[in-house]
């Protein structure tokens, strides 16, 4: 999902495969004025073209980097302008959360995730299991077909830390199975879903297919006739999630890419009737399969809006994919914007009326995890900002544990 400083072009328009950048290959730049002269150019060819050769300028001439190399998920062409401008529109991070000191241990907390169990009681599926492979198809016992034409390695996974739901930044410890699956929107380029609009919907589904390939942006795509398209292995990170929070019984996650699979559904935010029929129900089997294949609990199938957080102003929200109307109980899933968000709960982080927009309303799980930190801040007899800001400089002491390990994977 485009943020509010990736203006840069949505996809749909053929493109040389070169003229793709990789973000493995550049620090983001400080250019916050650069997505908006981008934005006025019409073919998304040229606006490509002229994105690289300025953002190639102006690393030539040193233009110091925003901080440490980091996947946003959507279409990073421009990103280090797009974290600009949204330290520019959003809200400033309180000054004082940095020079606040260690605080003893917290009081006994509400459990941080009490979603209710609106699908039965939502265990893992029962067992599904690959029945035949080829070097282009793969086949499970119920009903998925997984193409392998874009397939391929990336970055494999290392064992990543899950921290403690309350207190401290030491991990509880370290995994490398999938926690979870976070589901996007590509917010490609979309035609019409009709007969006649055939030749140009396999056409636009085949190019997204070679930019997401390109950018390892996700495991699997679902185009608009349901066909399923591995684009990253399993074992390897996908560049999906970026800053993201998400929590379950077990312990917290931070910054998804290492811990979660993305699937991807070919189509627009805010678009009606976009996803297909055919999209939900390929959805439905692959998360069947993925939840059987890696004991993945229901509630940790969540969507990039859900997870997604800023690096700058302690907000959530960043990406607005699936902000609203995701089809959890045609996917066999309980209703998880009714969760309380772990990213409020656990460190305290906020919102701001755009993201409610976004919504179309305030989720049910926004309101329950606003209502927790009230209590908790009740509880040890302090006001909710001096409490928010004593879970966001816990944060800010996990994401150094998680970008200290990040670091020394990337020096191995």
């Not at 959507?74 to 959003?90: D, E, N, P, S, Y």
Request: overall charge negative.
């Amino acid at each position: 999902m485009l943020t509010l400083g990736e203006l840069s072009p949505r996809m749909g328009t053929p493109v040389e495969k070169d003229s793709v950048v990789a973000a493995s290959d550049r620090n983001p730049v400080f250019a916050p004025w650069l997505d908006l002269r981008a934005y006025k150019i019409q073919d998304p060819v040229e606006r490509l073209r002229f994105l690289r050769q300025e953002m190639q300028a102006l690393e030539s001439e040193g233009v110091s980097p925003r901080g440490p190399r980091r996947s946003t998920g959507h279409w990073r062409w421009a990103v280090g302008a797009g974290v600009a401008l949204i330290a520019t529109l959003a809200a400033v991070r309180p000054a004082h959360v940095a020079a606040i000191a260690p605080q003893p241990a917290p009081l006994a907390r509400t459990p941080l995730v009490s979603a209710p169990r609106t699908l039965s009681t939502l265990a893992v599926p029962e067992k599904v299991w690959r029945v035949e492979s080829s070097g282009t198809l793969e086949t499970y016992s119920n009903g998925l077909r997984v193409d392998l034409t874009f397939a391929e390695a990336n970055k494999a996974r290392n064992p990543y830390p899950v921290f403690p739901l309350e207190g401290g930044a030491t991990p509880v410890r370290y995994q490398s199975a999938p926690a979870g699956i976070v589901y996007h929107t590509t917010e490609s380029n979309l035609a019409d879903f009709e007969e006649t609009e055939n030749r140009r919907l396999q056409w636009l589904g085949r190019n997204l297919l070679e930019v997401v390939h390109d950018e390892h942006a996700y495991h699997y795509v679902i185009d608009r006739f349901g066909r399923v398209f591995r684009v990253v292995e399993e074992s390897d990170i996908a560049n999906h999630a970026g800053h993201s929070v998400w929590a379950d019984s077990s312990g917290i996650y931070v910054n998804l890419n290492d811990s979660f699979l993305a699937v991807a559904f070919e189509a627009q935010t805010g678009e009606a009737n976009s996803v297909t029929a055919a999209q939900i129900e390929a959805a439905r089997m692959l998360t069947e399969m993925l939840r059987s294949k890696y004991s993945i609990p229901a509630g940790n199938c969540v969507t990039h809006a859900q997870v997604s957080v800023s690096g700058v102003n302690n907000h959530i929200g960043v990406h607005f994919d699936w902000a609203s109307q995701f089809p959890f109980a045609e996917v066999g899933l309980p209703d998880n914007y009714a969760r309380p968000l772990p990213s409020l709960t656990a460190f305290g982080f906020e919102y701001d009326s755009a993201f409610v927009q976004a919504t179309g309303g305030p989720w049910k799980g926004l309101g329950l995890a606003e209502a927790q930190v009230e209590r908790e801040a009740a509880e040890r007899g302090m006001s909710v900002a001096r409490y928010r800001a004593i879970l966001q400089h816990r944060y800010s002491d996990v994401l150094g544990v998680v970008t200290g390990a990040e670091s020394e994977e990337g020096g191995s």
